[in-house]
T-cell receptor, first 112, second 111 residues
Framework: DAGVTQSPTHLIKTRGQHVTLRCSPI?????VSWYQQVLGQGPQFIFQ???????GRGNFPDRFSARQFPNYSSELNVNALLLGDSALYLC???????????FGQGTRLTVV | GQQVMQIPQYQHVQEGEDFTTYCNSS?????IQWYKQRPGGHPVFLIQ?????EVKKQKRLTFQFGEAKKNSSLHITATQTTDVGTYFC???????????FGAGTTVTVRA
């Protein structure tokens, strides 16, 4: 069985640009969440989607947006990139809202 | 907002020794999960605790959930080099299914 897949694995962007990160959950999982992990810190919650509806949003600016598609895959979009957006972006797949989370390998975003 | 604190931030352990990492929440939790992240890797689920006072064991790892469901601990006995990594607790509130992670305890092992 394929685990959670994220693309791309690494990305370098310039300040002011926008970026789209993609995530495919484990087959059969209906919940996808996005987290931002800065070096030396724990993952910070950005969004959670369940059955294609937003079910939670963390304390991130409106530059961050996401969506979940009918096949349960998800995209995270970040506009007007800032240097401080440089981080590891993790996608987590869950079978249901209150079950264990399976994380992908993450996308390492560097903003220069 | 909800805050989850973990101590210590770093734990340097002699191989074969025991250690404990602690997690405290500012609010009562519905349940708590523990994850391990190896250097350069992603968080991997270890356990979920749901009931007040619950204790679960996985080989050399013992997890506890406090009676008030506001704190938790992870105790590792006879530490091995394979235990190296960062251990995170993540709290979940009722009706709010997001994971609120602590800052983690980074464990290094001296052989």
């Amino acid at each position: 069985d394929a685990g959670v897949t994220q693309s791309p694995t690494h990305l370098i962007k310039t300040r002011g640009q926008h970026v789209t990160l993609r995530c495919s959950p484990i087959s059969g999982h209906k919940s996808v969440s996005w987290y931002q992990q800065v070096l030396g810190q724990g993952p910070q919650f950005i969004f959670q989607y369940y059955e294609k509806e937003e079910r939670g949003r963390g304390n991130f600016p409106d530059r961050f947006s996401a969506r979940q598609f009918p096949n349960y895959s998800s995209e995270l979009n970040v506009n007007a990139l800032l240097l401080g957006d440089s981080a590891l972006y993790l996608c987590a797949s869950k079978a249901d809202l209150n079950t264990e989370a399976f994380f992908g390998q993450g996308t390492r975003l560097t903003v220069v | 907002g909800q805050q989850v604190m973990q101590i210590p931030q770093y734990q340097h352990v002699q191989e074969g020794e025991d250690f404990t990492t602690y997690c405290n929440s500012s609010t009562t939790l519905s349940n708590i999960q523990w994850y391990k992240q190896r250097p350069g890797g992603h968080p991997v689920f270890l356990i979920q605790l749901v009931k007040s006072g619950e204790v679960k064991k996985q080989k050399r790892l013992t997890f506890q959930f406090g009676e008030a469901k506001k704190n938790s601990s992870l105790h590792i006995t006879a530490t091995q080099t394979t235990d190296v990594g960062t251990y995170f607790c993540a709290g979940i509130l009722s009706n709010d299914y997001k994971l609120s992670f602590g800052a983690g305890t980074t464990v290094t092992v001296r052989a």
